[in-house]
């Protein structure tokens, strides 16, 4: 079947956290915007129009695009921008792939307010689900940061200036705070409406622009059945944990007593060393039960400490897949082995930034070193390079396998002799049609270690081994997981420690591969996998759309 939506991009007028109203950027005056419901095999056409007076572009977050490269939306990877008051129609497919994704902007850091979920369903609908109970009801959990400035401007500052935006002023459920508003002119609290005995599945996303958060609901627990669109082994536990860019698909059994409970969101910090200024505030929602006494306040879970890496890292690490027939399973022959450091740093300044330090560094972030710039407006987009063999002018191929220093990646940050600049660029590396690559990425403490949710378009990639501190091979590839690893499209580097994932090329095309902090994303915490064509025109680029936008 065809899914088919009409995204108006263009002003919302909202007040949020006692503040006079303002305009934001939205998709069809929603916060958060539509959601696309689909079944596994559909097409999804949505035709963005762009009313906005920004340069738009829409990423379908976890959507292979195989064959449609042109439509995963990467502003100057796969795509110039939709320009003010111009059109484009994306068109994919969602195959191989069931549960929840989500799609955002992706440009600037508009994806503050322009996203929404993507729900792929089985094809034989709800009752096909590969897990039991089955749910009487579905609920989305959109997380989110709300700030009282314009995210336009204060991504434009911070690139300009070289140091991120500050914090959120709230995070969110559903577009809505909750009770850290005490605004009574407003109802600024998302309520879940529930029934005596149901069993709800909860689709769970991280929308943050820069915060991994934790989920609690008072006197309830959730037993997790996917993660990334992914099915998983169930997994019980009374928090889930979700870094920005990753979705959770967690059942929760209503009880036999009515009554008004929290649902909290609150901030996982895994920041360690110069640690940037935090809010740690929490979002709050009421889950109500028909027919629950009025009056008096909910009842509130007990929150994990903000800097709760261990119960991050469990829920993280535990996850599992469900191995089901016809599912890929782990490549065991690797072609390519890659060490990837991703951390934070400082590069040369560029003649184009405001403010520069006295040493004429500016901090920045990287992948081995290489600190990631996007092609310029004006340019063409990288996949526009690719398949017209131009690129000369847009990137060079000389993405490193290796970082060019080793040194001990996760002690403290004093020894400046690691400290070594780095200098923007937009280096790929290309791969063959069909090749197997496994990534170690490793955090780094140069300036503060973090755990960093790396995501990766258009693959999913298994999750082999997490661990912390220093990589050590010889210690880590005995335990990797080769038969049901848990596969994703983001995952949350440990802080100060590494993850070790595989993937295989068959999805020819320019594909980004970046921190889904988009404070680290604008500091060049980026790279893009070229993939070659393989031997047939369906394993090659297709030409790009007629409406393509012109750069
Ligand atoms: Cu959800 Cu490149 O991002």
């Not at 577009?175 to 309520?191: E, I, L, V």
């Not at 802080?495 to 020819?508: E, L, Q, S, Y």
Request: with cysteine.
């Amino acid at each position: 079947a065809v899914v088919e939506h009409t995204f108006n991009v263009g002003n919302l007028s909202i007040s949020q956290l006692c503040q006079p109203a303002r305009i934001i950027t939205a998709v069809n005056g929603q916060l958060p915007g539509p959601t696309i419901e689909a079944r596994e095999g559909d097409t999804v056409v949505v035709h963005l129009v762009n009313q906005s007076p920004y340069n738009m572009t829409i990423h379908w977050h976890g959507v292979f695009q195989r064959g449609s490269p042109w439509a995963d939306g990467p502003s100057m990877v796969t795509q110039c921008p939709v320009q003010p008051g111009a059109n484009y129609t994306y068109r994919f497919n969602v195959t191989d792939q069931e549960g929840t994704l989500w799609w955002h902007a992706h440009i600037s850091f508009h994806r503050a307010t322009v996203y929404g979920a993507l729900l792929i369903r089985p094809r034989g609908g709800a009752a096909a689900y590969p897990f039991s109970p089955k749910p009487h009801r579905e609920e989305t959990v959109i997380l989110g940061e709300w700030w009282n400035a314009s995210v336009y401007d204060l991504e434009r500052m911070a690139f300009l200036t070289g140091n991120p935006a500050g914090p959120a002023d709230a995070y969110t459920i559903n577009g809505k705070p909750g009770d850290s508003d005490n605004c009574s002119t407003a109802n600024q609290t998302y309520t879940f409406r529930v029934r005596r005995n149901e069993t709800y599945l909860l689709r769970i996303i991280n929308a943050a622009l820069n915060t991994p958060m934790f989920l609690k609901v008072a006197n309830h627990s959730f037993t997790v059945v996917a993660a990334d669109a992914a099915y998983t082994t169930p997994y019980e536990t009374d928090v889930v944990v979700v870094a920005p860019g990753q979705t959770v698909d967690a059942l929760m059994a209503a009880g036999s007593a009515a009554g008004r409970y929290y649902m909290e969101a609150s901030p996982y910090d895994s920041a360690v060393g110069a640690t940037p200024p935090f809010n740690p505030t929490t979002a709050t929602a009421v889950v109500e039960y028909a027919g629950a006494p009025a009056g008096g306040e909910p009842a509130k879970p007990p929150r994990p400490p903000s800097n709760d890496t261990a119960t991050a890292f469990r829920f993280l690490s535990n996850l599992i897949a469900l191995v089901l027939p016809g599912k890929p399973t782990v490549p065991l022959a690797v072609d390519t082995r890659m060490f990837v450091t991703v951390g934070l740093g400082v590069s040369d300044c560029q003649p184009d930034q405001l403010f520069c330090n006295r040493s004429r560094t500016v901090f920045s972030s990287s992948m081995n070193n290489a600190s990631f710039v996007l092609p310029a407006l004006g340019k063409p987009s990288m996949l526009e390079a690719h398949y017209r063999n131009e690129s000369a002018d847009v990137y060079t191929r000389d993405f490193p396998d290796r970082p060019p220093l080793a040194f001990d990646y996760t002690a403290d940050a004093s020894n400046t002799a690691t400290l070594q600049y780095t200098t923007k660029s937009t280096k790929v590396r290309t791969l063959r049609y069909n090749e197997t690559v496994e990534m170690v990425l490793q955090n780094t403490r140069l300036i503060a270690k973090e755990s960093h949710p790396m995501h990766l378009h258009g693959f999913n990639f298994f999750v082999l081994a997490q661990g912390f501190g220093n990589y050590d091979e010889a210690a880590a590839a005995p335990g990797f997981n080769l038969v049901n690893p848990q596969e994703r499209n983001t995952v949350a580097v440990p802080t100060g420690g590494w993850a070790v994932i595989r993937f295989v090329a068959n999805n020819p095309g320019m594909w980004f591969m970046h921190c889904h902090f988009d404070a680290h994303l604008d500091l060049g915490l980026g790279m893009v996998f070229e993939v070659q064509d393989g031997p047939t025109a369906e394993t090659s680029v297709p030409p790009p759309p007629l409406d393509l936008p012109q750069c």
